[in-house]
């Protein structure tokens, strides 16, 4: 299953899986000067970050391993950075995980 985000698509998404299922979640280059810099799961027992990486082009892309056989939700959350500018990375996309054992939304 593949999410994509583009410039001037919402900040936040929802998504419903089923456990096993494994995300790619693809994000576009920016318009502004910010690069992606990291994706981080706020729960990674039921969503894990399972793979990482950034291209010269300024996209990302990260698999998202969902929990095998427990259900419950997570918070992916996306992060940006200007190359060249000190500080720390801010968050700018979040992706609401729900893990069931049946699909009901999206």
Known sequence: ????????????QR???R???VV?????A???DKRWT??????PVFVAVAGWRSATDGSARASLRCAGTRGGTADVTASAKAPDVAGAARVVFTLHVSVVPYTTQG
């Open 15 to 17: 998504l419903c899986v």
């Open 1 to 12: 299953m593949n999410v994509t985000v583009s410039p001037g698509d919402a900040v936040e």
């Open 19 to 21: 456990p096993g299922t």
């Open 30 to 32: 920016r318009k502004d």
């Open 38 to 43: 990291a994706v981080h799961s706020s729960v």
């Open 24 to 28: 790619s979640l693809v994000l576009k």
